[in-house]
T-cell receptor
Framework: TQLLEQSPQFLSIQEGENLTVYCNSSSVFSSLQWYRQEPGEGPVLLVTVVTGGEVKKLKRLTFQFGDARKDSSLHITAAQPGDTGLYLCAGNTGGFKTIFGAGTRLFVKA | DAGVIQSPRHEVTEMGQEVTLRCKPISGHNSLFWYRQTMMRGLELLIYFNNNVPIDDSGMPEDRFSAKMPNASFSTLKIQPSEPRDSAVYFC???????????????FGPGTRLTVT
């Protein structure tokens, strides 16, 4: 069974701090996406990574795909209250199906 | 672009009643997914369609659940009869799957919050 494990499950930090969340699997993915979900809304796509070792930046967010394409990380620099939400990683093995992790729930205090 | 549209946004019903959730995918997308999200189980894939054809319904919990996609712009998820344990947020997502590639980015609707009492 393919599984995507995210850590930590919950993170509460002060505004201005840095943080990293992780997404790990024993499976190799052809691509991996990160989504952010706010209360009462659906997940919103942040980024897709497809190449092993790839690094993508989205303002204060840095996403990295592992060399073996089995894991990924999301680093947020100088977190702001607007970053609060549930961060989900999702992996594709090349078929139609996407596997979602359980998510990291981030709370940034002002 | 209007994005994925779901209706209703909220549904409260009594146990035993039939519930129908509706979804309009993004125009031009050829794949549609139904998910269920709860605090305990996270986001679970129920069923997905490609070109209006159900590809995998192994995530559908029971025979009480059924889904249809009569055309490229409309899908329904029906629960009959509904039970309290079906209470959850149900999301529809759509994607464009091209030849030789898997489903990459999915675009989610706002969800339907279902409460079965």
């Amino acid at each position: 069974t393919q599984l995507l494990e995210q850590s930590p499950q919950f993170l509460s930090i002060q505004e201005g701090e840095n943080l990293t969340v992780y997404c790990n699997s024993s499976s190799v993915f052809s691509s991996l996406q990160w989504y952010r979900q706010e209360p009462g809304e659906g997940p919103v796509l942040l980024v897709t990574v497809v190449t092993g070792g790839e690094v993508k930046k989205l303002k204060r967010l840095t996403f990295q795909f592992g060399d073996a394409r089995k894991d990924s990380s999301l680093h947020i620099t100088a977190a702001q209250p607007g970053d609060t939400g549930l961060y989900l990683c999702a992996g594709n093995t090349g078929g139609f199906k996407t596997i979602f992790g359980a998510g990291t729930r981030l709370f940034v205090k002002a | 672009d209007a994005g994925v549209i779901q209706s209703p946004r909220h549904e409260v019903t009594e146990m035993g009643q039939e519930v129908t959730l509706r979804c309009k995918p993004i125009s031009g997308h050829n794949s549609l997914f139904w998910y269920r999200q709860t605090m305990m189980r996270g986001l679970e894939l129920l069923i997905y369609f490609n070109n209006n054809v159900p590809i995998d319904d192994s995530g559908m919990p029971e025979d009480r659940f059924s889904a249809k996609m009569p055309n490229a712009s409309f899908s329904t998820l029906k629960i009959q009869p509904s039970e309290p344990r079906d209470s959850a947020v149900y999301f529809c997502a759509s994607s464009l799957v091209t030849s030789g590639r898997g489903s990459y980015e999915q675009y989610f609707g706002p969800g339907t919050r279902l409460t079965v009492t």
